[in-house]
């Protein structure tokens, strides 16, 4: 049993079980009874494992435990912290967190989960849940309560972090992108006639168009990080620019001057300051950042010869450390990323072709296309360890954009 007498309290970052970086803690999940018990314990258990910092322990392999947690048990079994749960009658989820090393009960705390259970809110509460417990250990909120949105079939989808609860939240569209609140996503359609910009509010379910003009292509929008611009590419036959226009509309100031050249695929800094972007400005794609009105540009990747000659889709990340985009190597596409500071490039993948890349709110992981399967599918793959797991499957899948952090709705 949890000791109700400290359940209702939160205690922050624990002291002596801490996380270290460059090394995993190790985690184990006690079985929880009652109401999808099973549910909770494989969630959590695996939400644990995909954040790549711990390692978990299978919870079949846990002792016995019918009243006093027995540490000294768990301390042969190499475990650092136990996570023990129970449903409470209300359908919250009491949880404690166990540290090991000091026979003590860390930190505890009953978390809110919404009616009817395996439900889309519900289970991103339970995401919540286990990216809290993340934070006590680690100091920093987990990723598992996120969510990806990707194109299949000629429209956006989404899909929980850990591939689950996929489901299509637009009748067409492609190139997603999330408002920093999470609340929606703006994303591009190409229908042969006006390929507007749109706004889903995923709340509400309601649409609206952000650009719109006949004969024009709209394409590749970004929001900067306060929500309040649009940043987009303009395609005519005179050659594709960035335009910039307030989410609330209003008229679109072009940022970028190409003269019949093509830039697009827009990303913002995280203070909102500078957008780095693709650019043919030179005779073939390259990454360049330029301040958000489009001045002070620069060349991000260094000019090469040969089939590398090509670079693009990037991605800046949300500590503002690395901009991560796609290369040509070697005949085929690879994940790359820069460090802003020092310049350096660092490759982040090998097998197949990958394209797309974008982070996580951590700016350690990120999701990815890849046909290292046989077909496009999306791929998460962890930069600290190299680490990858498949996201999706089925009909091929592309063009994906990892949501902030959520909150269950």
Do not use: C
């Not at 301390?75 to 989820?93: E, F, H, M, P, R």
């Amino acid at each position: 049993m949890i000791p109700s007498s400290v359940a209702a309290q939160d205690r922050g970052v624990s002291l002596g079980l801490q996380y270290r970086p460059g090394a995993k803690t190790t985690l184990i999940v006690l079985p929880i009874t009652g109401a999808r018990g099973d549910s909770l314990t494989a969630m959590l258990s695996r939400d644990f494992d995909y954040s790549d910092r711990f390692t978990v322990v299978s919870s079949t392999s846990a002792p016995a435990t019918s009243g006093a947690i027995n540490y000294p048990l768990f301390a042969k079994l190499g475990v650092d912290g136990i996570v023990q749960a129970s449903v409470l009658a209300s359908g919250w989820l009491r949880v404690a967190l166990h540290e090991v090393g000091t026979k003590k009960v860390r930190n505890t705390k009953d978390f809110p989960l919404p009616a009817p259970a395996l439900s889309p809110a519900w289970r991103l509460a339970v995401h919540g849940v286990a990216d809290g417990v993340e934070e006590w250990i680690t100091g920093q909120r987990g990723i598992a309560q996120t969510r990806i949105a990707f194109a299949r079939g000629g429209r956006v989808w989404t899909v929980d972090s850990d591939g689950e609860n996929v489901m299509p939240v637009t009748p067409s569209g492609m190139s997603p992108q999330w408002l920093p609140s999470g609340r929606g996503i703006v994303y591009a359609v190409l229908d042969g006639s006006r390929n507007p910009i749109m706004f889903k509010d995923l709340v509400t379910g309601a649409q609206r168009t952000l650009v719109s003009a006949p004969g024009i292509e709209h394409t590749t929008p970004a929001v900067s990080p306060d929500g309040r611009m649009l940043v987009y590419a303009r395609g005519s036959e005179s050659g594709t620019d960035l335009h910039a226009v307030p989410m609330e509309g209003g008229t679109p100031q072009r940022i970028t001057v190409g003269r019949g050249r093509a830039s697009a695929q827009p990303t913002f800094s995280p203070d909102g300051q500078r957008i780095a972007f693709m650019s043919d400005r030179s005779g073939h794609p390259e990454v360049y950042i330029s301040d958000v009105d489009g001045t002070n540009a620069e060349l991000l990747t260094a000019a090469a010869f040969g089939d590398r000659d090509y670079r693009a889709g990037p991605d800046w990340s949300p500590d503002g450390r690395l901009v991560a985009f796609q290369s040509r190597n070697g005949g085929t596409f690879q994940i790359m990323t820069i460090n802003l500071r020092d310049q350096s490039v660092r490759q982040v993948t090998n097998d197949g072709r990958n394209d797309d890349p974008s982070w996580a709110p951590d700016s350690r992981h990120l999701v990815l296309t890849s046909n290292r399967s046989g077909v496009r599918q999306l791929w998460v793959v962890d930069i600290e360890t190299g680490r990858t797991r498949q996201l999706t499957r089925g009909a091929e899948t592309r063009l994906a954009a990892w949501s902030p952090r959520l909150i269950a709705q």
